[in-house]
């Protein structure tokens, strides 16, 4: 059964830090892409960042680069997502999701649903 496990979420003011945990189980090997969504009151979930755990090759939405950064350890099948300089606009349900490598195909979809598992979610809350 895969799972799928967020935890990190918290209150911070603007300009901190975070760093949210997504515990990833089920799998037998590598062939996954986990991304990481938000989704703000009112407003549509969006694509945050995304590693795949066969190449370490990321992606970040031009929002959040040069603050967010996405890595993986596989001993701990965790994939991190440290959150600096945090602003009030982050301010979000965050969701790490895992999409499943189809053929040979490493790369990470864009589209939120194109993912195959999702976890249950950690609220980050940035105060002013």
């Known amino acids: 059964e895969v799972q799928l496990v967020e935890s990190g979420g918290g209150l911070v003011q603007a300009g901190g830090s975070l760093r949210l945990s997504c515990v990833v189980s089920g799998f037998t090997n590598d062939e996954q892409a986990i991304g990481w969504f938000r989704q703000a009151p009112g407003k549509e979930r969006e694509g945050v960042s995304c590693i795949s755990r066969s190449d370490g090759g990321t992606y970040y939405a031009d929002s959040v680069k040069g603050r967010f950064t996405t890595s993986s350890d596989s001993a701990k099948n965790t994939v991190y997502l440290q959150m600096n300089s945090l602003k009030p606009e982050d301010t979000a349900v965050y969701y790490c999701?895992?999409?499943?490598?189809?053929?040979?195909?490493?790369?990470?979809?864009?589209?939120?649903?194109?993912?195959?598992?999702w976890g249950q979610g950690t609220q980050v809350t940035v105060s002013s």
């Open positions: 999701a895992v999409y499943v490598f189809l053929g040979s195909s490493t790369g990470c979809p864009s589209r939120d649903y194109l993912y195959d598992y």
